[in-house]
């Protein structure tokens, strides 16, 4: 009998506290304005004390290191895909608050296999011998997928262009990987 005395006691002992613990929560929010609730300090933003993604990804999943000279083209293109797409988004979601849509919108023509096209046809030139031996094995990989609104050739240059973006982002190599991205978009006038 006792034991069950204490257990309901302790329970409603637990309730009072969570409750007060609510209500500290909601009044203290209620006193804080959107501008106090929003202003992060500029130390906290540059993430000084803290890890950058890749090695929060790392370390938070226990990714191993590997050997991505033994990845197949089209698994580079998969992950630099991907890679790419988030460059982009992260890109324009900073350019300010705007309707979801609208970002959408402009991230879909900006990562499409037509406008990688261009971006390859830029920035070829200045490739490392490595880096170009990356998109063509890229580019010249057989697919099971085809092209849907590309052209063929698109689509196989798009396909290089993500092999040689996912090459660089699995070796760590981001500022070159921004780098080729800035030159290209710049060159196409999508920056």
Do not use: C, H, W
């Amino acid at each position: 009998m006792e034991e069950k005395l204490d257990d309901i006691l302790e329970k409603k002992i637990e309730n009072m506290v969570e409750k007060m613990l609510d209500n500290i929560l909601e009044e203290d929010l209620d006193n804080i304005s959107e501008d106090e609730l929003y202003n992060i300090p500029e130390d906290e933003l540059d993430n000084k004390n803290g890890q950058d993604f890749i090695s929060a990804m790392k370390n938070g999943l226990g990714l191993k290191e590997v050997n991505i000279l033994t990845y197949s083209p089209l698994t580079l293109a998969y992950i630099g895909d991907d890679a790419y797409d988030l460059v982009i988004r992260t890109f324009l979601v900073n350019q300010g608050n705007m309707q979801v849509n609208k970002i959408n919108k402009r991230a879909n023509s900006i990562v499409k296999a037509e406008t990688q096209s261009k971006m390859v046809r830029v920035i070829e030139p200045i490739l490392s011998d490595e880096e170009r031996a990356v998109y063509k094995r890229g580019r010249n990989a057989k697919s099971a997928s085809t092209a849907k609104n590309a052209s063929v050739n698109d689509y196989r240059r798009a396909t290089g262009f993500e092999a040689l973006i996912g090459y660089l982002y699995l070796l760590g190599r981001y500022e070159r990987m921004i780098e080729l991205i800035k030159i290209s978009l710049e060159d196409i006038g999508e920056l």
